[in-house]
């Protein structure tokens, strides 16, 4: 199993465009040999790196032609050797509660194959919440998660994780001047995106180097611009690299906890053979910047007759205890050809009631989407499953 992916900065360059590179996700150091590569002179860097962030991040620009404060021998040096594509969306779902859900297809890297992952947009009154996905497949093999049935293909880049914020804003109409995309169930006032947080398909913290820097692009004031408070990695416990996700990025921190004995967790959850609760909880104690303001959020998801009882309740608020933390207990999403069920409402609300009488805020998750197959990686499946019948029907043919 990969600790960390230091070696896994895959170069942008997209399939379809020959060898042309994007220049989403790239740093301003990155983007800086990019502009002296075509001839800008040093003098002009720091500017022209200025001008480009603001096309890309503030206002959203999908072509060069776009960027008319550049002159076009520039704009049209710059898209001979790069691109600004975004991935194709292969499918959009609208849940009747305004859920979004798209599968995204990235072009092959190197000798590798087109991939397909999940992203999420979850309106809310006064925000909208983006799921993004930071790898494709997952290693985990979570017994609960639907990705964790999928195999890990490989990383996602920076780009790629970038581009899931890019694409959703151009789909919801969020740029600036942007008229927000009809019949959306969208926040009334703000930003329509509001938040993001790592919680799609992938342990983000096996992809730590594109995953910080797409979410500190995703801060960047000059850029997407979204508070570092806004933004949430979550992982399933990957303690060696927590303390630097506190360091290095600063984001608000999510813990897939699931379970409060460590027999349980390690079915629930398999690396915690590798990293015990005990263990996991004593870097949660050690997060930089932990504090009131700057809570953890443990994640709980209630499975019936499993890790719903009242005396998990109570073990859960001792294991915690210390820690400034909040915890989202999470109805089960259903998928098929999952073991478990998710615990009755009564139950939820009296689990719920041990841990708010302890003093955690400790709020029950309203199931979103449902109906558009909103456990990460469904869609996702669902697209193979039609490729594989598909491919077998061709077969048919031809050998008919």
Not at 279 to 304: H, Q, W
Not at 317 to 332: D, E, M, Q, S
Request: one cysteine or more; hydrophobic letters at 40%.
């Amino acid at each position: 199993m990969l600790e960390t992916q230091s070696d896994s900065r895959i170069p942008s360059a997209r399939a379809g465009d020959g060898d042309r590179v994007s220049l989403i996700g790239q740093s301003r150091q990155e983007l800086a040999g990019h502009l002296r590569a075509v001839g800008v002179p040093d003098r002009q860097i720091r500017m022209r790196v200025a001008q480009i962030w603001n096309w890309l991040y503030t206002r959203g620009a999908t072509d060069f032609a776009m960027m008319t404060n550049m002159s076009k021998g520039l704009r049209a040096d710059l898209s001979s050797r790069h691109t600004l594509k975004r991935p194709e969306i292969v499918d959009e779902q609208v849940s009747a509660d305004g859920t979004r859900k798209w599968l995204f297809r990235f072009p092959p890297r190197g000798a590798g194959r087109p991939v397909e992952i999940e992203t999420v947009y979850i309106p809310e009154e006064g925000r909208g919440t983006l799921c993004l996905s930071s790898q494709v497949g997952c290693t985990l093999a979570c017994t609960f998660c639907h990705t964790g049935t999928q195999k890990l293909v490989r990383n996602l880049t920076a780009e790629e994780i970038v581009s899931q914020v890019l694409t959703a804003r151009d789909r919801l109409g969020d740029h600036p001047g942007d008229t927000p995309t009809d019949g959306a169930a969208l926040p009334t006032t703000g930003r329509l995106i509001s938040n993001v947080v790592m919680m799609g398909m992938g342990e983000p913290l096996y992809n730590f180097d594109n995953v910080k820097q797409a979410l500190l692009i995703s801060a960047d004031g000059e850029g997407i611009g979204l508070s570092k408070r806004r933004i949430t990695l979550s992982t399933s416990g990957v303690v060696p690299m927590i303390a630097r996700t506190g360091a290095e990025l600063g984001v608000m921190l999510a813990i897939s906890l699931h379970a409060v004995r460590d027999d349980l967790r390690d079915e629930l959850v398999p690396l915690n053979r590798k990293y015990p609760i005990a263990a996991l909880l004593d870097a949660c104690r050690a997060y930089p910047g932990l504090s009131n303001p700057r809570r953890i959020t443990f994640e709980y998801v209630m499975l019936k007759d499993v890790n719903d009882s009242l005396a998990d309740a109570r073990e859960l608020v001792r294991l915690l205890r210390g820690i400034p933390a909040k915890i989202n207990l999470i109805p089960f999403n259903p998928w098929p050809g999952s073991d478990y069920i998710c615990s009755d409402w009564d139950q939820i609300e009296r689990f719920a009631d041990v841990v708010n009488r302890a003093g955690y805020a400790s709020p029950i998750r309203t199931p979103r989407g449902r109906d558009i197959l909103a456990a990460c990686g469904q869609l996702k499946s669902e697209s193979e499953r039609m490729r594989i019948r598909e491919r077998m029907a061709l077969e048919a043919m031809i050998a008919g």
